[in-house]
């Protein structure tokens, strides 16, 4: 599990790369976290497109950053998102909650 | 009632959570045996993250312990998986079936036996407090026309 970021005009892009279960989704929360609370940013754009899998955990890491984001009053959208990993957020009908591009 | 078998491995390992990628990739190769598309394999590997998650997350909360998969091929091009923990079990199966419902903490959704019963044709949980939990699901893999 990797992930990069870049900021612009208080954008935030953040990039995952390879398998996210609940082994890496504790770390990766946190990381997440800490990356907001530095760039404070008006809104975050998760890309999901380097990922190899993903299971419910990811579930957990979109819901907590749409909460840090709504905190900081700015928005979420998780992008490029892979076919394994949109069948598991289609499946908890996250899409009611967060925008899913 | 007992099905005959055309092959099965049986994987045993402790519940620490740098084995979930074993547990979901050893399944995986084992399946490939019946030429899943990858979307079948994508679904079978999250069924097995997630059963094999909640062995380590609420089986086995305050200790290592032992999991056991199962995973068997059956007549008709059926993949059977068996993940069996000796944890505390769980109180009220019926309950921790339902969507959203999680005693894990934020780390995790609530989703897991949603998604099991999702991705999987059937889903089946056997459980009892103080003695662990077996969880046996079913997928059969659709027969692809060769070229």
């Known amino acids: 599990m990797e992930m990069k970021y870049k900021t612009e005009n208080r954008q935030l892009t953040i990039t995952l790369s390879g398998e996210l279960d609940h082994h890496a989704a504790k770390g990766l929360m946190e990381s997440i976290d800490r990356c907001m609370e530095q760039n404070l940013p008006t809104k975050t754009l998760l890309d999901l497109g380097g990922l190899t899998f993903m299971d419910s955990s990811g579930i957990a890491v979109v819901l907590r950053a749409k909460r840090r984001m709504e905190a900081l009053a700015g928005t979420l959208v998780v992008v490029n998102i892979p076919r394994q990993a949109s069948r598991v957020l289609e499946t908890a009908g996250l899409g009611r909650y967060v925008d899913l591009i | ?147």
């Open chain 2, 1 to 147: 009632m007992k099905t005959k078998s055309d092959n099965y491995i049986s994987l045993e390992f402790l519940s620490r959570s740098a084995n979930e990628g074993f547990a979901r990739g050893a399944v995986a190769c084992f399946a490939a045996q019946l030429d899943p598309t990858l979307e079948e394999l994508g679904d079978i590997k999250t069924a097995v993250s997630e059963a094999v998650t909640n062995a380590i997350v609420h089986a086995y909360p305050d200790e290592l312990g032992k999991v056991v998969i199962k995973a068997r091929i059956l007549e008709g091009n059926v993949l059977e998986l068996t993940v069996r923990d000796w944890g505390r079990g769980i109180a009220d199966v019926d309950k921790a079936r339902q969507p959203l419902y999680t005693t894990g903490g934020e780390e995790r959704s609530g989703m897991g036996f949603t998604i099991m019963e999702s991705f999987m044709d059937s889903l089946t949980v056997r459980s009892q407090e103080g003695r662990g939990t077996r969880v046996t699901m079913r997928r059969r893999i659709q027969p692809r026309r060769r070229q």
